[in-house]
């Protein structure tokens, strides 16, 4: 290193004197060599002037004598290397000297004419010609000059031979001290000083070296003594800790780590980590770097199972820091290992609760969604096909309401253990809630087996099931969706075969259905109708059509009967019994009855003010549905704002309203019979048509089904007969208990008379009129009454 520095600083001199020193040098020889040269020509120039006045007459007079005599003269000078006159006429030629000069020696050469002043002018005789030396560079100087030239140089190298011996003495000497203390410092390890004090930048230097030095020394004590200190806090910490190389090999274990695994610290350090996971998690722990922790990201996380010394396993959590993986801190790794065993033990067992239905203790529909997965995937790595069956019971929630939900839950578990019957040990059922239940049969041809198996289940619930002395009937809804024929996934799958369970309800119950694509229409239709139905509250589009109510005495308009309608700004009127269906099982059938029972009620607000029809009543047909505490209420609120006396009301319900039994609808009936409104049963004679409803519901009304009416004059002699006898019937029983009696769907005038024979009070139908709005039925009304006033008058 000295001899790099020091031949460094000697290059940087030496390139000094040559790039700066030596130009100057070489620029004051050419301006002194320049000088000199000028000087000779001029003293030159002078000798030949003086010489070529003197040549002018003898050169006349061609005095040969005297121009070799001022010839000698000029050649004297040092300078003049050779001297030739020659005359005009070419006749005299005087050369000195007389050899010949060497052309290549550096010279210059003057040439001057000679005049003569002669009595007729001045006259040119001749022509002088000199050449003149041109000296070398140092040749031109005089000793004096040299000297100085000298002492120059001389000057030069001394200050040259300072510069490095200074640089020697205040850098290269310091350097080598310092050099000298780091590599003692490097080989023992020891910190060595630099022995150098100085007032210079050298003196600082090694002064803060040794300053360095001190506080190195300081901090690598305090550095021991925290290794000293993590190392017991590593060990005394009770935590498995241990650490790993990139190549996941043991480094270091904490002692906690080997108390709790039984092993020996030379045993383990330096064996890969996978050597203590079970086989089969090896891959799952070599890939742990990819699960990083949600709420540190430079934690990385996996849970595998830990054989111990003594060759059990426990389950244990690992923590690793992912920054101290990637090549930081010497690429060593710290992890934290956790004792998870009664952990992952208590999440198999609440798993298996979370899976499980706790009444039936079959799968539930979190846990049969799962198993429907995995039965995918063995079906589609076996060839196999699959079958997810969709059972719901029929009239469940009856039985729960009548007979408490303890019966209702012992119907379940019987109604489970007569399923398991005809299922095969391998078949996985499941309760997916309430009264729904969900199959998966795999099989090469699963369809057959598939039907063969809903054909058994409704089979073994047509026995009654019995509850505390009560015999209760209980039927199923069975509908059957196959993979992959019908579906490509679970969720599809399930889909599908709840789908063909509906349909199987809406075909009448109590049966098995397959699915196939016209359910996905009537699906869509469906879908289509609730967004109907959705925008028709919202855009207000349900309207309360009326028709009249006829006396069939006189013809005689005694009533409306209010029907809702849904007016699609596009479709136009939609089918009502679709809507109502839909709306009772969605639930929107509430909000529907309360927007046309205040429309219907204010359109007999405007009826009343036309003549004659001002004590006609108004027909509102009530879904079960709507039957809630407050409806007597809301009611009240109409009939007072729009003037209406309750007497003018009629609640229509049919027999499925009664066949529920339940008190809330008897103490609904009961409020509204007492606050003045009539109850009209109606559809009479489709049902049970239980007569004992006449005697235990204030009925005032019965409404008879237009089936019958149309049978009077269709069908054969027979059927035409014994409809007039059950017509007849039904209007003696209802006048001997005080109802009055209304027949529907009166088409002809044929059916119109044999009604009235038959002693029924009112009817209604397209014979009188079809349902039409309101304005549509004033304008009828006004026209019917113009009429009338003519004729009378």
Known sequence: ?????????????????????????????????????????????????????????????????????????????????????????????????????????????????????????RKAVGTLQVQVSSPGLLSRFSKDELAVFAILIVAIGIVFAAAII????????????????????RRLGSRHHVDWTSDDEMGSLAHNFNEMQNRLEREEKELKLAHSRATDIYNLTPSMLFSLD????????????????????????????????????????????????????????????????????????????KSATSGERGALSLSVMTDVTELKQAESRNHAQAITDHLTGLLNRQGFEAALDDAIRSADEQDMQLACIFIDLDRFKWINDNFGHAAGDEVLRQVVARIRTTLRPDDTMSRLGGDEFALLVNAAEVEALASEIGDRICASLREPILIEGAELSVSASVGIALYPDHAANAAELLLKSDMAMYARKRDGKNGMQIFDTSMLDTARERHEMEQNIEAGLKEDWFEAYLQPIVSLGDGRIAGFEALMRLNHPEKGILPPAKIIGIAEETGTIAQIGERVLEKAIGHLARLTKLEGAETTYLAINFSPLQFETTLPHKLAALLLKNHIAPARIVIEITEAVLMLDNPDVHAVLKQLSEFGCRIALDDFGTGY??????????????????????????????????????????RTISHQMGCTVVAEGVETKEQWELLRKLGLDYGQGYLFSRPMPIENMLL???????AKATSIA
Request: glycine share 4%.
């Open 1 to 121: 290193m000295m001899h790099s520095v020091e031949n460094r600083f000697i290059a940087i001199i030496c390139g000094a004197m040559l790039i700066f020193v030596a130009p100057l040098i070489a620029l004051f020889l050419t301006l002194s060599t320049e000088r000199v040269a000028r000087e000779r020509l001029q003293n030159t120039n002078i000798l030949m002037e003086a010489g070529t006045q003197a040549l002018g007459k003898p050169l006349w007079d061609f005095d040969t004598d005297g121009i070799e005599q001022i010839a000698r003269s000029l050649i004297a000078d040092v300078n003049v290397m050779s001297v030739q006159i020659s005359d005009s006429s070419h006749s005299i030629s005087v050369q000195l000297p007389m050899i010949t000069i060497d052309p290549t020696l550096p010279h210059t050469t003057l040439t001057k004419e000679i005049f003569y002043n002669s009595q007729d002018g």
């Open 166 to 185: 200074g640089n020697r003495v205040t850098i290269i000497h310091p350097l080598m001290r310092l050099t000298s203390a780091i590599e003692a410092t």
């Open 246 to 321: 990139p190549a996941n090999r043991i480094t270091a274990v904490s002692d906690y780590w080997l108390i709790a695994t039984g092993y020996d610290r030379k045993a383990v350090i330096g064996r890969t980590f996978t050597d203590f996971v079970d086989e089969h998690w090896h891959e799952t722990y070599r890939a742990r770097r990819t699960n990083a922790n949600s709420n540190h990201p430079n934690i990385c996380e996996v849970t595998v199972p830990f054989i111990k010394a003594n060759g059990e396993t426990m389950t244990v959590l690992i923590l690793e820091m």
């Open 689 to 730: 048509s239980s007569l004992s409803y006449l005697n235990r519901f204030p009925v005032d009304i019965v409404k008879v089904d237009q089936s019958f009416t149309r049978s009077l004059t269709t069908g054969t002699a027979d059927i035409r007969r014994k409809s007039r006898m059950l017509i007849k019937g039904i």
């Open 780 to 786: 009828m009304l006004e026209m019917e009454s113009e």
